[in-house]
Nanobody, 126 residues
Framework: EVQLVESGGGLEQAGGSLRLSCAVS????????IGWFRQAPGNVREEVSC????????YYADSVKGRFTISSDNAKNTVYLQMNSLKPEDTASYYC???????????????????WGQGTQVTVSS
């Protein structure tokens, strides 16, 4: 059974940092990408960042570029999202997901989702 478990969310002040973790089990990284998405109340879920497990290619949404960094530790089957210079507009539930690389639109994290995690809440106060 594929499982994705996010952790690391919490309450942080604007300008602060948080690191999210996504631990994947029951799945091989070889042919898929791992992405982070977020959803604020009343908004649609949006892509944040993703990384290809085999090439290491990364993508960032414009809203987080230069502030967030995605990385992966394939030995631990874990993907991280380091979030620096947090802003109140980063407040959302953050989800990690397994994305089928073959279906991904070039230059985005949009593709067929194989599995979602349960999400972790990030709240940034002003």
């Amino acid at each position: 059974e594929v499982q994705l478990v996010e952790s690391g969310g919490g309450l942080e002040q604007a300008g602060g940092s948080l690191r999210l973790s996504c631990a994947v089990s029951g799945f091989s990284f070889d042919d898929y990408a791992i992405g982070w998405f977020r959803q604020a109340p009343g908004n649609v879920r949006e892509e944040v960042s993703c990384v290809s497990s085999n090439s290491g290619t990364t993508y960032y949404a414009d809203s987080v570029k230069g502030r967030f960094t995605i990385s992966s530790d394939n030995a631990k089957n874990t993907v991280y999202l380091q979030m620096n210079s947090l802003k109140p507009e980063d407040t959302a539930s953050y989800y990690c997901a397994i994305i089928d690389i073959a279906t991904m639109r070039p230059g985005t994290c949009i593709g067929s989702i194989a599995s979602w995690g349960q999400g972790t809440q990030v709240t940034v106060s002003s």
